[in-house]
């Protein structure tokens, strides 16, 4: 009987990336740190004082967002989670579907990689970037830091600690295995490596930003 348990608890822990209903729970309460940070970006940039950025440009569409839309918004309240607020924006290519499969997605400013992992099931292969403002953003938009999150991607052109430019191509759109038709969750946050988390939650903690939002009010078009 014990061995039972065993076999059970060992199952448990293998699937708590999946991505089903059932499975999310499981998820949550075993992987609250899957998602760590690899770097610690406030030491960081404490050794690196010139690594700063003044304008930000769109993680998807040739940075400007071009032909995609998002179809999920940030803080929209989503049923099949349990009607949690969504964490992050959904961005996606007109054509619908799996067309934006293996699409660039651009680090939306300069900044260091803090990680890239595969995390499996709904999260799948996710990256990690901080970023520190110039005094110029910072007074603009009242934080000193930015971390941007981008995930369900199919595969990474990027490695933890790279320094990466504005508009580097980090990533590439994937759908976590096939968990869902191909799109971006893309994440902003105003603290640097927070827990990773599960991408909705009850609340919306007060360190997630909006994404598009913060984007538009430093946006370059250059
Ligand atoms: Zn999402």
């Not at 060992?10 to 991505?19: E, R, V």
């Amino acid at each position: 009987m014990r061995l039972f348990y065993y076999a059970i608890f060992f199952i448990l822990i293998n699937n708590c990336y999946s991505m089903d209903f059932y499975r999310i729970k499981v998820y949550e309460i075993l992987c609250r740190d899957c998602g760590e940070a690899e770097i610690d970006c406030n030491k960081f940039f404490e050794n690196n004082q010139s690594i700063n950025e003044s304008l930000l440009e769109f993680p998807v569409g040739f940075k400007n967002a071009e032909r995609f839309y998002i179809a999920q918004n940030f803080g929209e309240i989503n049923p099949r989670f349990r009607n949690r607020y969504h964490l992050g924006e959904d961005w996606n290519y007109i054509g619908g579907g799996d067309s934006d499969f293996g699409a660039p997605v651009y680090s939306i400013g300069k900044g260091v990689v803090s990680m890239t992992k595969d995390l499996g099931g709904g999260w799948g292969k996710v990256i990690r970037i901080c970023h520190r403002l110039s005094a110029e953003a910072s007074t603009k938009l009242g934080i000193n830091y930015i971390e941007s999150v981008y995930a369900h991607l199919s595969a990474f052109h990027i490695q933890t600690g790279d320094i990466v430019e504005r508009g580097r191509w980090v990533g590439s759109i994937g759908n976590s295995n096939q968990a869902y038709p191909s799109h971006l969750h893309f994440e902003l946050r105003s603290a640097l490596g927070e827990d990773l988390g599960g991408g909705y939650e009850s609340e919306i903690p007060i360190f997630y930003l909006k994404p598009s939002l913060t984007i538009d009010s430093l946006y370059s078009s250059e």
